[in-house]
């Protein structure tokens, strides 16, 4: 994971970085990052008109260093103090925001930029809190932002993501401890779970899911499972779906209780806006881990959890109505808020993904694509993490790996591509492993 660090951690981080090698090297590598993506935005270097505004913190320090290495390469740089700023800067071909970094807590307002003019944020556009995300001010808007030595959550929640841009990050060589993270392609390594001596019972998980309404829903599921390595499925809807809609061969149809045998259950999908008594009383017994989504992300449901983790799945709207008010800007606290108050590893789904579990840890998921906003793929997913947690992944990394799995499988479909493309493309992804 790319670590997410808050104000005071990024602080004790960089403290550590000081003292082993003196703040003058930290303050040279993060100026020469900064230069470095500079000058991969402009055509050319030499001649190229550049202002790199400053302030007074290290922050200004590194954009000042970023202005000598752009010099040196022929660029006609003005360094700008922001206690001197015009209100506007004309006539350039990039500007490097250096101006307020990770300690900015008073509202800023920046100099206006012409709209051709690429701008690159050192560290964070200025004029946002690092930790929550809130706009102080009128921060410029980067085409590119340099998250130096790790990301801050103002990179990716509230109303400063929308400030960032491209995000690059410089890790700088500094050591960061923390347990929040932004999930890449590298930590799918040993995803892929099996054994010569597996059986059939032992990665079975019980879906319930689907209703002669929705009778698709039961579908999707358990596509979604089949492509995720559930090797048996046992299949409960509210009527006879497969009447209604082909299910996969290899699905067991049963009207029982879930079997005790399996490993984890998917609960909630098409049931119907009227289910929730009906599924407490399916899921009044079980011991294991159960993902809950759609028509199962219930109060009425929630109360009958004994002490097994379970995942809650939710979009906006099914946050809001077990809530009661749409989740604020700041996504991270959102999901954790869920997280805390359900004793549940919660998944709050958008275009960036945040899983919280309830002791405050996060995972962030941004390998969506608008491929993935259509009725159905959250359908998918429920089904890939519970047969990810059948597979062995404790519920918070099946839920993050496997949104992130679910995200680079709709990075492959079409635009236009329908949710029941989605459990191949995931196969595919999971092959490439």
């Not at 030499?46 to 922050?59: D, Q």
């Not at 410089?170 to 054994?195: H, K, M, P, T, Y």
């Not at 390595?229 to 996969?248: E, H, K, N, P, Y």
Request: proline share 5%; glycine share 10%.
């Amino acid at each position: 994971m790319i670590p997410i660090l808050t104000t005071e951690a990024m602080r004790r981080a960089d403290a550590r970085a000081v003292a082993r090698r003196g703040v003058d090297a930290l303050v040279r590598d993060a100026g020469t990052a900064i230069a470095l993506v500079a000058i991969s935005q402009l055509r050319a270097t030499y001649g190229a008109r550049v202002a790199v505004l400053v302030g007074p913190g290290l922050n200004g320090a590194d954009g000042r260093v970023a202005a000598e290495q752009l010099a040196r390469r022929g660029a006609r740089v003005d360094t700008v103090e922001v206690a001197h700023q015009p209100a506007s800067l004309r006539g350039y071909d990039l500007v490097i925001d250096a101006a307020f970094g990770l300690g900015c807590s008073r509202a800023y307002r920046a100099p206006h930029v012409a709209p051709t003019t690429t701008v690159v944020a050192a560290d964070l556009p200025s004029g946002v809190n690092a930790d929550t995300g809130e706009v102080l001010g009128q921060p410029l808007k980067a085409h590119v932002t340099v998250a130096l030595g790790a990301l801050k959550p103002a990179h990716l929640t509230g109303h400063a993501a929308a400030y960032v841009g491209e995000l690059r990050v410089a890790n700088l060589g500094i050591a960061c401890d923390g347990d929040d993270g932004l999930v890449e392609f590298a930590d799918l390594a040993g995803f892929v779970r099996w054994s010569r001596d597996d059986h059939k019972w032992d990665h079975a998980i019980d879906v319930i899911a689907g209703s002669a309404l929705m009778p698709g829903a039961a579908d999707l599921v358990t596509r979604g499972a089949l492509a995720g390595g559930a090797s048996m499925i046992r299949l409960t809807s509210r009527d006879d779906v497969a009447s209604l809609v082909a299910i996969a061969s290899e699905v067991v149809r049963t009207s029982g209780p879930p079997d005790r045998r399996s490993r984890a259950i998917v609960a909630g999908p098409g049931l119907g806006s009227d289910a929730a008594a009906w599924l407490a009383t399916k899921l009044g017994d079980v011991s294991v881990p159960v993902v809950l989504d759609a028509d199962g992300l219930d109060e009425r449901v929630l109360s009958v959890r004994r002490d097994e983790p379970w995942v809650l799945t939710p979009h906006d709207g099914e946050y809001e109505r077990i809530v009661g008010s749409s989740p604020p800007a700041d996504r991270f606290e959102a999901a954790r808020a869920l997280a805390r108050s359900s004793g549940c590893v919660t998944l709050l789904k958008g275009p960036t993904t945040v899983v919280a579990h309830p002791d405050g840890r996060l995972r962030v998921i941004q390998s969506g694509t608008s491929a993935l906003a259509t009725a159905g793929t959250g359908d998918v997913l429920a089904g890939l993490i519970g047969a990810s947690i059948a597979r062995g992944h404790d519920p918070l990394d099946a839920a993050a790996l496997g949104a992130f799995i679910h995200g680079a499988a709709g990075a492959r479909l079409t635009r236009y591509a329908r949710s029941s493309d989605l459990p191949d493309a995931i196969a595919r992804v999971l092959a490439d492993l």
